[in-house]
C-alpha cells in the first residue's frame, strides 16, 4: 500500500459528504420530526457541509425515517450555497428525486445479487438497467448522477467480496450511465486498509471520474481506510455527526465514520476540510440524544487535542 506523501500542508483539500440525515438516521427507531431534520441540515451548513444527503426517496413502509422525504426537500435553504443529494434505488425513486427539487442523485448500484435482493429486491443485472433509466431521467432535468457500490468490500449474505468482483460491476456501470462520481461503499464496515487501498487504486488507474469512499466503523477499520483511500487518490469521503448509520437490510451495519473525527484526523495532517470538529461533536450530541443513543465519536469522548489554550 502507497502512503500519503509528506507531512504537515499537504495543500490538498478533501470534500466531505454529511449523510446524517439520511444515512444516519435511516436506521433509528425513534421518529425525527421534519423540523428536527431541517435543523440539522441548517446546522451542517453552518459547521461547514456544502455537500449533504439529506433524503432517501424509498418506500416508507421499509424505511419509515424517510417518509417525509419531500417536506425535507421543501424546507431545505435554497440560498445557502449546499448541495442536496437525494438517494434512490429506482427509476420511481429517480422521479420523486427530480419532482423533490434535488441537487444531485445518488444512485446505490449493490454489487452481489444477494444484497440487491434484500435491499432492493432486484438483481445486479437488473439494477444496471435501472441505472440506466435513472441516468437518463437525471441527465433530463440537468441533475447529476453519482453511484454507490454498495458491499463493495463485503456483503453479510455472501460474505467475502473480491476486488474483482466490486470492480466488474463499476465497469458496467460506468459504461451504463453519465456518472458523475462513483463511491466504494464498506456498507457493513468489514474492509481493512490493504483491502480498500487495492481496489481504489485499480478502479483509479482504469476512470477519471471523481471517487469517493462510504466507511461504516462496525469493526473500528474507517479512519485506517480513509488513510488508505486517501493513498489511492480518493478526495472525498461520506460521514455522519456523532457516527450515526445503518442500513436496514444489512445486519451488522453499525454507524458511519464520524464527521468529528475524519474532520479532526484530517485537519491535524494538514488537509484543508472547511467544516469544525468541535460544532460538529456537539451536533452530534444533539441528535444522538434525539433518537436516543450515545454519540460513537472519539471526540465526544476525549475531546480535541490539543485543547484550545
Same mark, same amino acid.
Given at each position: %500500500?502507497? *502512503?500519503?506523501?509528506?507531512?504537515?500542508?499537504?495543500?490538498?483539500?478533501?470534500?466531505?459528504?454529511?449523510?446524517?440525515?439520511?444515512?444516519?438516521?435511516?436506521?433509528?427507531?425513534?421518529?425525527?420530526?421534519?423540523?428536527?431534520?431541517?435543523?440539522?441540515?441548517?446546522?451542517?451548513?453552518?459547521?461547514?457541509?456544502?455537500?449533504?444527503?439529506?433524503?432517501?426517496?424509498?418506500?416508507?413502509?421499509?424505511?419509515?425515517?424517510?417518509?417525509?422525504?419531500?417536506?425535507? %426537500?421543501? *424546507?431545505?435553504?435554497?440560498?445557502?450555497?449546499?448541495?442536496?443529494?437525494?438517494?434512490?434505488?429506482?427509476?420511481? *425513486?429517480?422521479?420523486?428525486?427530480?419532482?423533490?427539487?434535488?441537487?444531485?442523485?445518488?444512485?446505490?448500484?449493490?454489487?452481489?445479487?444477494?444484497?440487491?435482493?434484500?435491499?432492493?429486491?432486484?438483481?445486479?443485472?437488473?439494477?444496471?438497467?435501472?441505472?440506466?433509466?435513472?441516468?437518463?431521467?437525471?441527465?433530463?432535468?440537468?441533475?447529476?448522477?453519482?453511484?454507490?457500490?454498495?458491499?463493495?468490500?463485503?456483503?453479510?449474505?455472501?460474505?467475502?467480496?473480491?476486488?474483482?468482483?466490486?470492480?466488474?460491476?463499476?465497469?458496467?456501470?460506468?459504461?451504463?450511465?453519465?456518472?458523475?462520481?462513483?463511491?466504494?461503499?464498506?456498507?457493513?464496515?468489514?474492509?481493512?486498509?490493504?483491502?480498500?487501498?487495492?481496489?481504489?487504486?485499480?478502479?483509479?488507474?482504469?476512470?477519471?471520474?471523481?471517487?469517493?469512499?462510504?466507511?461504516?466503523?462496525?469493526?473500528?477499520?474507517?479512519?485506517?481506510?480513509?488513510?488508505?483511500? %486517501?493513498?489511492?487518490?480518493?478526495?472525498?469521503?461520506?460521514?455522519?455527526?456523532?457516527?450515526?448509520? *445503518?442500513?436496514?437490510?444489512?445486519?451488522?451495519?453499525a454507524g458511519n465514520i464520524s464527521t468529528e473525527d475524519l474532520v479532526w484526523m484530517l485537519e491535524r495532517a494538514g488537509f484543508a476540510t472547511s467544516m469544525d470538529p468541535l460544532a460538529a461533536t456537539e451536533l452530534g450530541r444533539w441528535i444522538c440524544a434525539k433518537v436516543e443513543t450515545a454519540p460513537r465519536?472519539?471526540?465526544?469522548?476525549?475531546?480535541?487535542?490539543?485543547?484550545a489554550a
Amino acid at each position: %500500500m502507497n *502512503g500519503i506523501a509528506g507531512t504537515g500542508t499537504r495543500g490538498d483539500s478533501v470534500s466531505i459528504v454529511d449523510v446524517s440525515p439520511r444515512d444516519g438516521l435511516q436506521n433509528e427507531k425513534i421518529p425525527v420530526s421534519t423540523h428536527d431534520k431541517l435543523r440539522l441540515i441548517n446546522d451542517l451548513i453552518a459547521l461547514g457541509a456544502r455537500r449533504i444527503e439529506a433524503v432517501s426517496f424509498v418506500n416508507p413502509k421499509k424505511v419509515p425515517q424517510m417518509a417525509d422525504a419531500d417536506a425535507v %426537500m421543501a *424546507g431545505v435553504p435554497r440560498d445557502a450555497g449546499a448541495s442536496y443529494i437525494g438517494l434512490v434505488l429506482n427509476t420511481r *425513486g429517480a422521479h420523486r428525486a427530480v419532482d423533490a427539487g434535488v441537487d444531485e442523485i445518488n444512485y446505490v448500484l449493490p454489487v452481489t445479487d444477494a444484497f440487491a435482493a434484500a435491499n432492493q429486491n432486484t438483481t445486479v443485472a437488473a439494477a444496471l438497467d435501472a441505472l440506466e433509466e435513472v441516468s437518463g431521467i437525471a441527465a433530463a432535468a440537468a441533475i447529476p448522477v453519482t453511484v454507490t457500490a454498495a458491499v463493495a468490500f463485503g456483503c453479510p449474505y455472501q460474505g467475502d467480496v473480491p476486488g474483482a468482483q466490486a470492480l466488474s460491476v463499476v465497469r458496467r456501470a460506468l459504461q451504463r450511465g453519465q456518472l458523475a462520481e462513483v463511491a466504494l461503499a464498506d456498507t457493513i464496515g468489514c474492509a481493512v486498509p490493504w483491502q480498500v487501498n487495492e481496489v481504489f487504486a485499480a478502479l483509479a488507474s482504469e476512470t477519471g471520474v471523481p471517487l469517493r469512499a462510504h466507511l461504516h466503523e462496525t469493526r473500528h477499520t474507517a479512519l485506517a481506510n480513509t488513510y488508505a483511500a %486517501m493513498a489511492a487518490g480518493v478526495r472525498v469521503f461520506d460521514s455522519a455527526v456523532g457516527g450515526l448509520g *445503518g442500513c436496514p437490510f444489512a445486519p451488522g451495519a453499525a454507524g458511519n465514520i464520524s464527521t468529528e473525527d475524519l474532520v479532526w484526523m484530517l485537519e491535524r495532517a494538514g488537509f484543508a476540510t472547511s467544516m469544525d470538529p468541535l460544532a460538529a461533536t456537539e451536533l452530534g450530541r444533539w441528535i444522538c440524544a434525539k433518537v436516543e443513543t450515545a454519540p460513537r465519536s472519539g471526540l465526544a469522548g476525549a475531546g480535541v487535542f490539543p485543547k484550545a489554550a
